[in-house]
């Protein structure tokens, strides 16, 4: 889930970045892009760089955005360590969007840290704005004009079910014209509704609408940067319906448990082996007891 989050990430950067911003709360703006990491920090990438544009000046202005899934005891630091790398490289202090996708325990991102020398008499700080993402209101951004910010409303606050909500979310993304775009989006709903809703695999009822992966082939030849993304949240589905397939081809009726327990398998290697046991295992019991222990 990790790497699928951090994929999203990417390409939403890249081809969603005026969302981003919106959300960090920088508005106004008349066009914007997305910059090389790779050319600021060497050493540590920041998540993203945007080169953004306001009326009336005429330099652009940097944001640094960084997407952290759960609040950790290092981010601050680590946003402090970009700045400064950036600030060196361009000469500029840049802007900064920093977002917590859910929250954990009783840890905190402050968007406060500070450098002090060994001996205390030098010390290096910043300051700069957090976005909690179960903070906002995923009614707020399903009203939103922008299609770009609505895989993030399963992240935000909301009293709908997830059904209802989702269903909601793909009703607002199979009117995005441009095919690529609506398969990109609607694959990134689907990964973060699987961080805010664990278990649940809601691919499906969005694919339903949009024909997902019809449109796949070309998605991927247009944004790489998703491509084992998309790819492998395919696999999984295909081979989650291969094993409830084989299941009743064998024992007649699958138990209603089963469905969302193989949703909550995040693995493609495991998923073979669920599907090896699905053809060869005595009785339904058997396969039950296998998927639900601890892998």
Known sequence: MRQDKDRSGKWLLTHHGDAILRLGGITGFTAWKALQAETVAPRRLPDGLLEVRFPNEPEPTLVLVE???YPDSDADRQVLDDLMLIAVDRKTVPEVVSLVLKPKGNLTVTGASERVSPRGRTRVGGTWPVVRMWELEAEALLASPDAGVIPWVPLAHTALSPD???????DRLVQVPDANDRAGLLAVTDIFAGLAFPGRSFFELLRGSAMLDKVLETAVSESPALRDTLTGVLLRQTTRRNILAALEARFGNVP???????????????????????????DLDAFVAALTAAP
Do not use: N, S
């Not at 209802?164 to 793909?170: F, I, K, N, S, V």
């Open 164 to 170: 209802e909500l989702m269903t909601r979310c793909r």
């Open 67 to 69: 997407i952290e899934t």
């Open 256 to 282: 209603t448990e089963c469905e969302p327990a193989l949703d909550a398998v995040p693995d493609e290697a495991r998923l073979k082996t669920l599907f090896r046991l699905a053809v060869t295992c005595p």
